[in-house]
């Protein structure tokens, strides 16, 4: 029985015990909620797939070539006998660029082939009219995990973690065939580009803003900004023709791509290009490769080993299939019973929704009428999809080829499906998530929400459990996704998913006022692993706050409501016991705030904790009446 007093700390108080007890894998960087529903489901999944192959039985063709993926990966031997060979034909492409205008030649093998560029870019729904395609462009990603992390105040946190990435590279170039000369050259110019990088992209806060992606340009002016790259043939020989606009995501970037990428600058940018495409081919290589080119992020993460050659394929195979494998899942251990029960408790939840803002006495009459035609609109994706998406007919290869060369085929063929999608209609159908995936999210630009089956489980949801346990859990977690509808970035979207204010105002402003109030209720918070970023985290706390609202409502409604059993169990899918480096990774780049802040922040604003466990101003766990903030 846990020493501390609930009243002090709901999080220790429920999960203590277990947390003291529980020992995290070595090839992973936490255990607990979320990740011990995933562990269970990739050894189901695993097993499953090992007997298909055994016996050669398999119930579609997706999931044959999902099977011989997985065999692949797991062939170590071939990959073993093969080593770094499978990557040289690839690195060649990056050492034959000279100048500028050669790349600017294979500009568009480089796109498909998803080689590094100075930039990224891809094709997205345009945020301001949903059912229509649009290219988004963007600075490439920095070597560091944000772009704090290059401010001078952070050095010697800086140096420390460069340094990690710095010894993965040097001990992968010293398997190619360049000269230790060049080895060292290579390394010194990567770095260097990553440095002017750093100075140009947005930091992971600024990222969380996600509706400030939307910054129209003129094709003519996105071009010129572009120089020396030929952005607008590049678009041509893509999508069959420039655009006339494009979004640029990150306006600070395009201005100052010339500093990035010029005729100067350019064996910066070839050195840069070879050292993250090496990086890169490491998981597809032999597994001395593989090991080493995942150091970076498991020192980053506090991961001892690297994950068996099985579980690594697995999770391959889940990505590249992720469809087929979720269906599969979702057919064979969903059950329709769980299905139609909690595809009630969302309904009840949109409608109790519903009931809480034509109630709220702050909001006008036209804000009110705008949020519930939202609501009423709102598309509920629950277990797995009915089929599978066209594409997969396409995903297919030749087992004989090198992992290297399979993986990065089916890579090509995405990427030439995403392009062709150019000018088309947007499919909202499409699913965000496959049925095999432990998580929940909601997407402002199609206004649904997405629970995958394999979340319904318990902790978070079982038909065993009380209806004020599964309130508490999934309950709580679906009425967080939909409160993401209300967030500081998906307020900003309409019924239809599209960027449009729809609100008075006057209650915008009330709005931003709320948030401001939901940023300085978390400011100050202190934790082992560091400080608390306020900022950075604001969406999921409205959501969070929102989800427990509308579910202590519907507890008020019912008969017997057992608070006690929700709270707890609203603390118990939380529960996780992490390693340092990971929990400090988190801290600084994640847009949730840490699972004890996630537990034990949200009840502080509701009577009904107060009440339950007769919480007074003597406990750690009471909050001013002052500076309880309820959104929604």
């Known amino acids: 029985m846990s020493k501390v007093r609930i009243q002090d700390d709901l999080y220790s108080y429920v999960n203590q015990e277990w947390i003291d007890q529980a020992e995290i894998p070595a090839d992973r960087p936490s255990v607990g909620g979320f990740i011990d529903l995933d562990i269970d489901v990739e050894k189901l999944l695993r097993e499953d797939i090992t007997k298909m192959i055994e016996k050669e039985e398999y119930p579609n063709v997706h999931l044959k070539y999902a099977c011989a993926l997985y065999k692949a990966v797991t062939d170590v031997k071939k990959r073993n006998r093969a080593g770094i060979r499978p990557a040289y034909p690839v690195l060649k492409k990056i050492e034959k660029l000279n100048t500028v205008a050669d790349l600017n030649r294979h500009l568009k093998d480089f796109a498909l082939d998803d080689m590094p560029l100075p930039f990224q870019f891809s094709v997205e729904p345009d945020m301001k009219d949903t059912f229509k395609k649009l290219v988004y462009i963007q600075g490439p990603s920095t070597i ?78 996105t071009a010129s900004l572009m120089k020396p790259i030929k952005f607008s043939k590049l678009l041509k020989d893509l999508i069959g023709a420039a655009p006339a606009t494009v979004s640029v995501a990150d306006p600070r970037f395009l201005n100052g791509f010339s500093t990035l990428f010029n005729e100067e600058n350019f064996p910066l940018y070839k050195h840069w290009a070879y050292v993250t495409l090496l990086i890169g081919c490491t998981g597809f290589l032999s597994e001395e490769l593989r090991n080493i080119g995942s150091s970076y992020t498991r020192a980053l993460t506090g991961v001892a080993e690297m994950s068996s050659a099985e579980k690594y394929a697995y999770r391959v195979a889940g990505s590249l299939y992720a469809e087929p494998i979720g269906l599969f899942y979702g057919e064979k251990y969903f059950g329709e019973a769980a299905k139609k029960d909690v595809v009630e408790m969302v309904r009840e939840i949109i409608e109790t ?76 159908t499409k699913w965000a998530m496959p049925g095999h995936m432990v998580n929940a999210c909601y997407d402002p630009f199609s206004n649904d929400i997405t629970f995958p089956a394999a979340i319904l ?78 900022t950075l985290v604001v969406s999921e706390n409205i959501a969070d706050n929102g989800g427990m609202a509308v579910t202590l409502q519907i507890m008020a409604g019912m008969k017997a409501p057992n608070y006690e059993e929700y709270f707890m169990n609203w603390a118990r899918v939380w529960c996780e016991k992490a390693k340092e480096e990971y929990l400090k990774l988190k801290l600084a780049i994640d847009v949730h705030a840490p699972n004890v802040v996630r537990a034990n922040m949200p009840p502080r604003s509701f009577d009904e904790w107060y009440n339950t466990f007769n919480v007074t101003k003597k406990d750690k766990m009471y909050l001013a009446p002052s500076k309880r903030v309820v959104i929604w």
């Open 144 to 221: 560091l995990p944000d772009t704090t992390y290059y401010k001078p105040e952070m050095a010697q946190q800086k140096e420390m973690i460069l340094g990690m990435w710095k010894n993965m590279a040097t001990a992968l170039l010293a398997k190619t065939k360049l000269s230790a000369e060049d080895q060292a050259k290579y390394l010194e110019d990567a770095v260097a580009f990553d440095e002017i990088i750093a100075s140009l992209v947005k930091s992971r806060e600024e990222w969380s803003e996600y509706t400030k992606m939307y910054n129209v340009f003129s094709m003519r002016k």
């Open 353 to 428: 929704y519903k009931k809480r803002i034509a109630d709220n006495d702050v909001l006008q009459p036209e804000t009110k009428e705008k949020a519930i035609l939202k609501l009423s609109k709102m598309n509920v994706k629950m277990g797995y999809p009915d089929k599978t998406e066209a594409i997969y007919d396409r995903l297919v290869f030749d087992e004989n080829d090198s992992l290297l060369a399979i993986v990065s085929k089916l890579r090509r063929i995405r990427k030439e499906d995403s392009f062709a999608k150019f000018g088309k209609p947007v499919d909202h």
């Open 457 to 534: 489980q318990a902790p978070f949801y079982s038909i065993k459990q009380t209806r004020s346990q599964n309130l508490g859990g999934i309950g709580a977690v679906i009425g967080h996704e939909i409160s993401h509808a209300f967030d500081n970035n998906g307020a900003n979207c309409d019924e239809n998913g599209n960027l449009n204010n729809w609100w008075t105002k006057k209650d915008q402003a009330n709005f931003k006022k709320k948030t401001k109030a939901m940023i300085r209720e978390f400011d100050g918070i202190e934790l082992p692993e560091g400080k608390l970023n306020p």
